[in-house]
């Protein structure tokens, strides 16, 4: 007769969490920030056809860092969370909040599910306003907690020491160039994959991807 080993529901909770903070850990790191334009998400990305920056909606932008299939899986899913909520009611009804709000309903289920593993990813929801004040960002981790933050943000890798340089040097007029060069230092990135959320634009839809030839420019 074998014997069962009791493990503290406390203990189990640290566990899942050590075990997803490692997988995020590995990845590289993920920049997103406000400029004078809009905001900039920039990420340390050598893949040129796996991005770790996307977008959902009309003003609203995803960036992830952790397993790629998994933070594929949570794109695919908001996608579709924001195209029904835009259908049947109306597409201003389509929020940074609502979409944090449910990613924080999976990433915290399957974390408090013993019967399968928790995501090994970290998430930011970037929601450009009609005017700088109204600019949203909203972190969302492993196991659901939504974080709203103020200017900028930094998940995976060395996220403190990254966020650390760039509050250093971050200005909220600064131009797209500089705030993409203030990025890279941050991440020490030879390869850089840029996305924007531009204000004051005719495009309804407000994501743009930057160029390597743009980011090279500088």
Not at 118 to 143: H, K, Q, T
Not at 176 to 205: C, I, N, P, Y
Request: charge should be negative; hydrophobic fraction near 40%.
């Amino acid at each position: 007769m074998s014997m069962q080993f009791y493990v503290s529901p406390e203990q189990a909770m640290q566990d899942r969490a050590e075990f997803a903070r490692k997988g995020i850990a590995r990845g590289r790191a993920v920049v997103v920030l406000r400029y004078g334009g809009g905001i900039v998400l920039a990420a340390d990305n050598r893949s040129t056809t796996l991005n770790k920056v996307a977008e959902i909606y009309d003003r609203i932008a995803f960036a992830a860092v952790g397993r790629y299939n998994e933070f594929e899986t949570l794109r695919i899913a908001g996608i579709r969370h924001a195209d029904l909520r835009g259908y049947s009611y109306d597409r201003r009804d389509v929020t940074g909040r609502s979409l944090a709000g449910a990613y924080s309903q999976l990433l915290g289920g399957a974390f408090a599910s013993s019967g399968e593993k928790p995501f090994e990813v970290e998430l930011i929801v970037a929601e450009l306003g009609e005017e700088p004040s109204e600019d949203v960002l909203y972190r969302i981790s492993y196991d659901g907690v939504i974080t709203d933050e103020q200017d900028l943000v930094v998940i995976g890798g060395d996220a403190e020491k990254v966020a650390d340089v760039v509050r250093a040097g971050f200005t909220p007029d600064a131009s797209l160039s500089d705030a993409v060069e203030l990025a890279r230092t941050a991440l020490h990135a030879e390869h850089l994959e840029v996305a924007v959320l531009e204000r004051g634009t005719a495009r309804r839809r407000t994501f743009r991807r930057v160029s390597p030839e743009e980011v090279a420019r500088g």
